[in-house]
Structure formats: C-alpha cells, structure tokens
C-alpha cells in the first residue's frame, strides 16, 4: 500500500536541500541562467552531499536510497533552480543508473564510486541530429576491430555533452532499424577521437550544459561494452522508463516553486486596497494550480514506489512524465499571469519556471511519445 507521508530520509533530504541551497544555489541562479553558465563546482559539492549518487548502493560509494528518496531531492533542487535538478537528475539516472543496471562488476567497482562522489560528472549520449524518438535510425556507428571498437557518429542535445568525465554512448552495431542492432559502450574524456561539440544556447534550463558529443574513429576496448552487444536499445528503453520518473519530478519542483511563489505573491500585492487573493479570479486560479500539483505528485510518487518494489514502470513513468510536464507549463504560465507585468520581469522566479518548464515536456521523450507508450500499453 503506497504511503503518502515522506519517510524520514525523504524529510531530511528536503530539509538538507532547502538549507544547501539558500546560500549555495538561489543567489547565484539569475547570474547562472543569464550567462548560461554550468556552475560544475556546484555539483562537485552535491557529490559531497551525497545526492550525485542517492541511487547507488552504498558498497559503491553511494548513497544507497531509492526512488522516494531521489524523487524528492529532484523536487527540491527543482523548486530552487531546475537546471541543476536536470542535471543532477541526468548524471543520477542516466549515465549511472545505465552502469549500475547492465554493467558488470569490474565497469562498476571502476566508475560508480567515482560517479557517486561527482569526482566525475557523467553524460549519457542516445540523440542524435535527425533522430531524436526515432533512434532506431541512428547514424553513429560502432565497427569491430580486433579486441576494439572503433565509433564515428555525432549524438545532440546531450545533458554534459562537453563537461562530462564520462559517457555511456549507444551506437549502431547491426543494420538500420534492428532493434537489437545497437550497443551501449563507457567512453572516457580524453578517448581518442571523442570530443564535445558546440553547445547549445538555450530558452530555459540554461544553467544545465546542453552540448553535441563528437566521435571520429574513436577506440573503445571491447571492455567498455555495456551488457552484451546488440543490445543497447533495449536497455535504454529500460534506462528511460526510470528516467521519465526524473522528468516527472523535475516538472513537479518546477510547478511547485510556481505556486508557492504565486501564493506568497497573492498576498502581498495589493490591488484596490485588499491582498489579490482575495479575489475569486486569483483565489481559483491558485485552487486549480494546487489541484493539478497534487495530482501530479500522486502519479509521481506511484511510480517511484512501483521501481522501488522492482515491478515494471513503462506505463506509470509515461503517465506521470505526460502530466507533470504539461502542468508545469500550465501552472507556471498561470504563476506568470498572477503576478502581471512583474512575471514578465527577471525580478521574480516564476519568469524563469515559465522558460524552464518547456523542456520538460521534450526531453526524454515528448508528450506525444507518452502518448504512444501510454496508448500502447493500455491497448495490451
């Protein structure tokens, strides 16, 4: 039976966060965003906190928690700054999460405790130029040479494209649409032949490096291959039906930082001699935004218990990605209208949400994918 009240681990996650994060993230996220600056020394003391690595077993180096306690730390560093809930959700379920489930022992006695810490910051490379959903197409292709792997390709919009220490990359091994013609493989920085590209410059979450990650006749020892070969786009499926669950809470911190932000606002602003709140356009307004947040935590928080008890999470992670990344736009664009011409301003945080809130309904598969895999699953 779900339990709707947060375990002690998650309320001291909670409270770490808050406290961290008013000295350490909320007075430098203008600064952040306006350069589009990675702040990667940040992340280095995330690491110290243990949230770099919530997911991994304590005998890596990690934190060893589950998907309660990880969804509520998104949340949290969410509501302060989503770019670094992005990124921290990226390392954390993509590039380790893809190690800590296929790889073997000696890939993760190597490079979880190192991931964990943040003493290496992870990408995790399936996009490509023309692909996008359609990754059975992929162009970057990896060909067998003796006990090596030589990979040339390109793969975009990847979260640490440039700054990462290391990637796990899925190329094409077998012929175009063969489903089982694809491998997962560790690339290192500083690999010969492996390079990042040109970042991106971006309308939201621009604190979160977005960058290409460039391959021209670079050399993997067949050591670097992830589970067995041909069978890198099955696990990413399996990689990305958790990672939606990471989506799903990045949107939620996300529409909760805009609601406490419009309420708090309601209530100061005055208009005609009384709070804004107080009238019934504002006042319902704010009742649906609260209504839809706490429907999207519901389904969040269903998904996570139903990964953390290791039962299949393809339909509950697609519907709690679609719904909390469509009310993060929703609630954030109302957050915007509530506080009128000073929402349109970089004064106040609900700006930022409404720029930051898009992605979530893109990255990782959009709403119309969720869509599908939601419609497919209940049409079994």
Known sequence: MLNFTHNENQRMIAEMIRDFGAKEITPFRKDWDDRSHFPIDLFKKLGELGLMGVLIPTEYGGSGFGYLEYVTAIVELSKLDPSVGLSMAAHNSLCSGHIMMFGNEEQKKKYLPKLATCEWLGAWGLTEPNTGSDAGNMRTVAKKEGDSWIINGAKNFITHGVSGDVAVVIARTGEIGDSHGM????????????????????????????????????????????????????????????????????????????????????????????????????????????????????????????????????????????YSSEVAVSVSNDAVQIFGGYGFTKDYPVEKFYRDSKLCTIGEGTSEIQKMVIAREILK
């Open 183 to 322: 491998t997962a493989f560790i690339v290192e920085r500083g690999t010969p032949g492996f390079k990042g590209g040109r970042k991106e410059d971006k309308l939201g979450m621009r604190a979160s490096e977005t960058a290409e990650m460039l391959f021209d006749d670079c050399i993997v020892h067949e050591s670097q291959v992830l589970g067995k070969v041909g069978d890198g786009f099955i696990q990413s499926m399996k990689i990305l039906d958790g990672g939606r669950i990471s989506i799903a809470a990045l949107g939620q911190g996300i529409a909760e930082g805009a609601l406490e932000a419009s309420i708090q606002y309601s209530k100061e602003r005055q208009q005609f001699n009384k709070p804004i709140s107080s009238f019934q356009g504002i006042s319902f307004k704010l009742a649906d935004m609260a209504t839809q947040v706490e429907a999207s935590s519901l389904l969040i928080f269903k998904a996570a218990d139903l990964k953390n008890r290791g039962e299949k999470v393809t339909l509950a992670g697609a519907q709690a990605k679609y």
